[in-house]
């Protein structure tokens, strides 16, 4: 009981059997509230699993999901591609004026810039891709450049006495030593894609996907088949989460070490 009641203080660890607890303790608390819930505002678990498994059989949802998580993966690896190699090269003055006015481009909504792209790329998948793909790059421009502004100045002048040039250190500093951050800032900015994504299937629906899915739902009033559309992206996103985190992991081990020995 009293390892439970430190979950209420601050900056206490608790143990992975006390936070497994919680976390069940919790969830079970959200399926009560969901189960209370008035039919209006939430179907109920039966309902969803009802249309769930409608729409799995009579309506595509799992070609859908998969259209979908093949758009999101290409644009996952375009706009880390753009982005991270802008946010690196902010370590040169001559770049950083236009990352910086690349990086405002996330106040602009997708819908006030369709026209422009297809005008430049045309209809279909090519404008969904281009379309996610800038809407997922300047979020990740934005926080992979704060990432290099933190960098300490003294790891630079580290690799200066090892006897690297400037260009040498900039790598191995940049490059190398924010690998770990930049993995975790393109898992954060995957799931900001998912976000994205039902709004650039609605914009252009010539290849369908869950996002069109979604809207067609929506528009007819099928509650329960809105939520178990929601359920489905939940658990691919929460996949794919996992399996950036496993990369991240592989990759970066030292990144893992570090946040073990952060710990209270």
């Given at each position: 009981m009293k390892r439970l009641l430190s979950a209420f203080a601050p900056n206490r660890a608790l143990s992975p059997a006390s936070a497994a607890l919680l976390a069940l303790?919790?969830?079970?608390?959200?399926?009560?509230?969901?189960?209370?819930?008035?039919?209006?505002?939430?179907?109920?678990?039966?309902?969803?699993?009802?249309?769930?498994r409608?729409?799995?059989?009579?309506?595509?949802?799992?070609?859908?999901?998969?259209?979908?998580?093949?758009?999101?993966?290409?644009?996952?690896?375009?706009?880390?591609a753009i982005a991270l190699l802008l946010a690196w090269l902010t370590v040169v003055p001559f770049f950083r004026p236009l990352a910086a006015a690349a990086s405002k481009g996330r106040f602009l909504g997708l819908v006030g810039v369709t026209f422009t792209f297809t005008l430049a790329v045309g209809g279909g998948h090519p404008l969904k891709l281009s379309l996610l793909t800038f809407g997922m790059s300047v979020f990740l421009l934005t926080a992979m450049s704060a990432e290099v502004a933190a960098v300490p100045r003294e790891r630079f002048d580290h690799a200066r006495t090892l006897r690297l040039g400037e260009w040498g250190a900039a790598f191995e500093v940049v490059v190398l030593g924010?690998?770990?951050?930049?993995?975790?800032?393109?898992r954060q900015n995957a799931a900001i894609g998912w976000t994205l994504l039902t709004m650039v299937e609605g914009l252009s629906r010539s290849e369908?996907?869950?996002g069109a899915l979604l809207l067609n739902?929506?528009?007819?009033f099928h509650l329960a088949a809105v939520?178990?559309?929601?359920?489905?992206?939940?658990?691919?996103?929460?996949?794919?989460?996992?399996?950036?985190?496993?990369?991240r992991r592989v990759a970066c081990p030292w990144a893992v070490l570090d946040l073990e020995r952060s710990k209270p």
């Open positions: 303790g919790q969830a079970a608390t959200l399926v009560l509230l969901w189960l209370r819930a008035p039919p209006a505002v939430l179907p109920g678990p039966r309902e969803v699993l009802a249309a769930l409608d729409l799995w059989w009579n309506q595509g949802l799992g070609r859908e999901l998969w259209t979908s998580l093949s758009l999101s993966a290409q644009a996952v690896a375009l706009s880390s924010t690998s770990d951050r930049a993995l975790e800032v393109i369908g996907g869950v739902q929506h528009k007819h939520f178990a559309v929601q359920l489905a992206i939940l658990a691919v996103g929460l996949a794919q989460d996992a399996g950036l985190g496993l990369l």
